[in-house]
């Protein structure tokens, strides 16, 4: 019987993935081959590539920041006090506010492209994550995610691009301006604003806490009753057998939990892989700050001094900008994922 | 040392002339302290030249405009204190202003480069 069965077994036919499939997984240029060779010293230095490609806009910004500070305190020790010390001191704010103002630029807009992109990416992942979840039996949980959670993240992306981010941008040339003039005021001015912004972040960052975890109270009570409920039917209208559906209803179910659990998994790599590399900008710029602001101050250069004061607060208010957006995007999906409830 | 002997030896023969041939003093001041730039200028060319490297490396042109502003300082002072020891303090002022605005000129592509990033934002 069963060499009878092993001879008329029909092929499965999973050799090889759909065409479909196999045209995406060709898009990254390395196949499972390739990959499973790898040694791990060859993976290390991958991820060093990676990370020196990263990091090296800031490491070098905060170079050639420690080096125009060094330079024009040389300069101004060298001609002294008296009447040339004012020139000196214009002319080093204009050429730091120059450099400084055109890499908060450039890293305003690489949080602004980072958030798209990662809103893109949630917008093909939650529909699939949610229909995943709904054959796991969290119906409500998955509704949630697809709906409000999704609608949520949409509105918290489009506020980025739109107020968060041009308003960094008038921030840092506030900041400038502020430090080129050498007035109190605008510096004072300048700071509540960045207080201000910091507030509305944190504002905004436990109202969504409070949001998504009442949401995952509400809807894993609904989806637990639900299940409950299904079980207890089957057991009771199915005679003789109704307790082994019953079983292998939840069965079913865990193993879908599994399939679940993974893609969270999967969807939470991508984008702490998608967020690290600029969220770590965000932190080397401000140490790069902090230090030629140090430096600064040291030497006698208060304009420079207080660039890089508000310019260091600038740079953490576009971490926290993005550590809001990515912070609402993995508290829902690891809620999800250990949970199984989400949204 | 060789600077500080210089220095004195100048001001010997200044004050010796200063009485009696005050013109020949004034070159002698003049002479003296052309010679301590230019060799303060030999020991320090190879500094310059290391920072110049370096300025390649940065972005943008603040470093090499900060080290020609240094340059149009120095021989502001230079000609200033010249012109104030030959009692002419009103060519002394004269330098002095032209040398703040020759330096403010340098930094005029730092300037326009922060108009820019502003009008980029803008826009």
């Known amino acids: 019987m069963i060499s009878l069965c092993a001879l008329l077994s029909l092929p499965a036919k999973a050799a090889e993935p759909p065409s479909e499939v196999q045209e995406i997984l060709e898009q990254s240029g390395v196949t499972g081959e390739d990959a499973a060779g790898w040694s791990f010293s060859q993976l290390l230095d991958g991820i060093g590539d990676a990370a020196s490609k990263a990091l090296d806009k800031p490491l070098s910004f905060g170079g050639q920041a420690l080096l125009y500070i060094s330079l024009s305190c040389v300069v101004s020790l060298t001609l002294g006090g008296g009447n040339w010390k004012g020139c000196i001191d214009s002319i080093a704010v204009l050429g730091f506010g120059a450099l400084s103002l055109s890499a908060m630029m450039d890293l305003i807009q690489e949080v602004n492209v980072t958030a798209q992109q990662s809103q893109a990416y949630l917008y093909n992942f939650a529909p699939v994550y949610s229909g995943i979840a709904m054959l796991g039996g969290q119906t409500a949980g998955a509704t949630a995610y697809s709906g409000m959670f999704l609608a949520m993240s949409a509105f918290l992306s489009t506020a980025i691009e739109k107020l968060l981010l041009p308003l960094m941008g008038i921030y840092f040339c506030f900041a400038a301006s502020a430090a080129v003039w050498g007035n109190a005021g605008i510096e004072d001015a300048a700071k509540l604003f960045s207080k201000c912004l910091s507030g509305l972040l944190k504002t905004a960052g436990m109202l969504f806490s409070l949001v998504l975890g009442l949401q995952n109270i509400l809807t894993g009570t609904v989806d637990n009753a639900a299940l409950k409920v299904g079980r207890n039917l089957i057991s009771g209208a199915i005679p003789v057998v109704g307790d082994a559906a019953a079983a292998a209803l939840s069965s079913a179910a865990a193993a879908v939990q599994l399939l679940k659990g993974s893609l969270a998994l999967a969807a939470v790599v991508v984008l702490g892989g998608s967020f690290m590399p600029i969220f770590l900008r965000c932190c080397l710029y401000y140490l790069a700050f902090s230090v030629a602001g140090i430096l600064a101050a040291g030497s006698g250069q208060k304009q420079c001094g207080q660039i890089c004061r508000l310019f260091a607060d600038g740079a953490r208010l576009c971490g926290s900008i993005l550590v809001l957006y990515f912070f609402m995007v993995f508290l829902s999906t690891v809620l999800l994922l250990i949970t199984g409830n989400g949204g | ?123």
């Open chain 2, 1 to 123: 040392m060789k600077f500080a002997a210089l220095a004195v030896v100048c001001c010997v023969f200044t004050l010796a002339l200063k009485k009696d041939q005050p013109a020949f003093a004034f070159l002698v001041s003049l002479c003296g302290a052309a010679c301590l730039m230019i060799m303060i200028a030999q020991q320090l060319e190879p500094l310059v030249g290391w920072l110049r490297a370096l300025a390649q490396y940065t972005k943008g042109q603040s470093v090499s405009c900060l080290l020609q502003v240094l340059g149009i300082a120095i021989a502001s002072q230079f000609a200033s204190d010249l012109c104030k020891e030959g009692g002419l303090n009103a060519a002394a002022s004269a330098v002095e202003l032209a040398g703040r605005m020759l330096a403010l000129l340098q930094a005029l592509p730092m300037l326009q480069s922060l108009v820019s990033s502003f009008l980029a934002f803008l826009q």
